[in-house]
């Protein structure tokens, strides 16, 4: 079992920037991969950015140049900082969290960001 708490969403105008973070109750290093996700109203949770173990960060495109990926091993920690906010990026994002290749992966409750002026 691995618990993930979110923090960091709130309301933010256009171009505007978040730091989101995620702490996990297992070690961030021993995982296969940790990532983000949203999901807006009416549409399907989607991949925004990941870290797998050895691996260097992947990103959708929407958000390339625009979002970081990072996490803090010491911590147990990772973070998203999201800058050049635009009103398409509102959505529900979570974390997650893949033991290994076969897992789905262990999800945290979730944290709003909209984006509106």
């Known amino acids: 079992q691995v618990q993930l708490v979110e923090s960091g969403g709130g309301l933010v105008q256009p171009g505007g920037s978040l730091r989101l973070s995620c702490a996990a109750s297992?070690?961030?290093?021993?995982?296969?991969?940790v990532g983000w996700y949203r999901q807006a109203p009416g549409k399907q949770r989607d991949r925004v950015a990941s870290i797998t173990k050895g691996g260097s960060p992947n990103y959708v495109d929407s958000v390339k140049g625009r979002f970081t990926v990072s996490t803090d091993n010491a911590k147990n920690t990772m973070y998203l900082q999201m800058n050049g906010l635009n009103p398409e990026d509102t959505a529900l994002y979570y974390c997650n969290y893949r033991i290994n290749v076969l897992s789905q992966g262990y999800w945290g409750q979730g944290t709003q960001v909209t984006v509106s002026s």
């Open positions: 297992r070690s961030i290093f021993s995982s296969y991969e």
